[in-house]
């Protein structure tokens, strides 16, 4: 489990963060509005509701949990909202 | 099959032709375990793309169409096989599993129709008020974007020469 485990990013996507999201979640969509708060440009892929069909999340973060997140720019993965939005802050949030 | 009465004819389509460049665009592609935003150009960057439009998932064309490239082993030729039709990306993760397909590239949802409209092979459907989708065909697209094969049903419903389709791919 780790970044190195996901599959890349259309070329197309100039984003350096992938957001792994299942649709209407509301702990997705507060990722997604905090990504676009501290203006960080990211590429949403989007998983099956059934937990147990998540594999593609499981080989990234360890857990089949979404949101999700990888960071190219620091090597991160992570999930769990809460923490997701603590990193987010701590390393785009300018200090403040 | 012989049928005592004439397959229902579709009417003529001004749709992309051999030698031209294929129209770009971007839609979720699916595949077994996730679907995201891809350009046909980011495929293209890869390998050649076979472009397979059917009718919606479910429909039988649809079915005997995916069942058939995957007998044959379409993508084991250094292709990679790609669908659309207008069906969701729920439905197209249930199609892949069913059909066996995870081994071709994914599929694309385009409920709009609109990726249909820009190849020419829209078809509005009888008795399925507002509904249109793709009539059954199929387009290999050299890694340039130039289309080096095409097929476009004329019939209601109409199946792909496999061999042609097989036989374009082997000499792309």
Redo the contacts between chains.
Sequence with gaps: MSAREATP?????DAHVTL?RLQACPFCERIARKLEELDIDY??????PMHG????VKRVVGARTVPAIIDDETGVAMAESGNIADYLDATYGGGD | MDLDFEVVDLPPADHVEDGDEAPGF?R?LVNA???????L??LL?DAPVLLVFTPMDGAFPSTYIWNELRDRGMDEYGVQVVGVSIST??EH?TTIEERGIESFTGLFSDPQNDVAEAYGVSHSLDGMAGVSEPRPSVFLLAPDGTVEYAWVADEWPAFPDYDAVEDAVIGL
């Design positions: 990013r259309p070329r197309h996507s792994y590429h949403s892929r989007f998983v099956e069909d998540r594999n593609a | 971007t979720p375990e996730f679907w995201e935003d891809v350009a150009s980011d960057a990306p729920y993760m």
